[in-house]
Nanobody, 125 residues
């Protein structure tokens, strides 16, 4: 129901935009989120929003570099990633939470309802 794409190999300082298409549910009724897992590390909540995008959470590690967005008409969510660093290397996952209103909470806990398969992002130095 969620399919992430847009990952790849990029050099330090470069940019990538991840996309996640959804199906089977109405995206405007869901909060969205992006998570990542680096080799040997636990899953990290990168960014989440609330339904309608009223409230947004970013992990400190990506603040001012990453931007989460959505297009409800296209049932698609995005993660714009700028000024990429080697420590951003990870598998990135998109997720959705029904009627989510507190993104800091469910982003830090990973308590989402739907998850997509990941897309690999590798930042080379």
């Amino acid at each position: 129901q969620l399919q992430a794409s847009g990952g790849g190999l990029v050099q330090v300082g470069g940019s990538l935009t991840l996309s996640c298409t959804t199906s089977g549910f109405t995206l405007e009724n869901y909060a969205i989120g992006w998570f990542r897992q680096a080799p040997g590390k636990g899953r990290e909540g990168v960014s989440c929003d609330s339904i309608s995008g009223f409230s947004v959470y970013y992990a400190n590690s990506v603040k001012d570099r990453f931007t989460i967005s959505r297009d409800n008409a296209k049932n698609t969510m995005y993660l714009q990633m700028n000024s990429l660093k080697p420590e951003d290397t990870a598998v990135y996952y998109c997720a959705a939470k029904y009627k989510g209103l507190r993104p800091a909470s469910y982003c830090s806990r990973g308590t989402m309802h739907y998850w997509g398969k990941g897309t690999q992002v590798t930042v080379s130095s």
